[in-house]
């Protein structure tokens, strides 16, 4: 059974730094692209950040690029997001996903095979 974890969430002050962690277990972890998601309430999710199987290519969404790295280590079955220069509307609940390819194709959510539980990320001004 497949299962994501993710870690590392919590409450920080504008223009602080998180480290976000998702553990994958249950499947060949190195074979998929993993990508972060986050959603506010009301709101749909939206792309973050993907990378691929091997760790060599990377997609950034606008709104966080130069702030954010996403990073992966496949012989912990981990990925990262370290998250810098956070500001208040980076809040949201965070997840990780795994992707259907090795290769970055999709950010959309629907091309996501599987989801961690989310953690939170609360940026107060």
């Known amino acids: 059974q497949v299962h994501l974890v993710e870690s590392g969430g919590g409450s920080v002050q504008a223009g602080g730094s998180v480290r976000l962690s998702c553990a994958a277990s249950?499947?060949?972890?190195?074979?998929?692209?993993m990508g972060w998601f986050r959603q506010v309430p009301g709101k749909e999710r939206e792309g973050v950040a993907a990378?691929?199987?091997?760790?060599?290519?990377?997609y950034y969404a606008d709104f966080v690029k130069g702030r954010f790295t996403i990073s992966r280590d496949n012989a912990k079955n981990t990925v990262y997001l370290q998250m810098n220069s956070l500001k208040p509307e980076d809040t949201a609940m965070y997840f990780c996903?795994?992707?259907?390819?090795?290769?970055?194709?999709?950010?959309?959510?629907?091309?996501?095979?599987?989801w961690g539980q989310g953690t939170q990320v609360t940026v107060s001004s």
């Open positions: 996903a795994a992707g259907r390819t090795y290769a970055i194709t999709s950010m959309s959510p629907l091309d996501f095979n599987y």
């Open positions: 249950g499947y060949t972890y190195s074979r998929n692209y």
């Open positions: 990378v691929s199987g091997g760790g060599s290519d990377t």
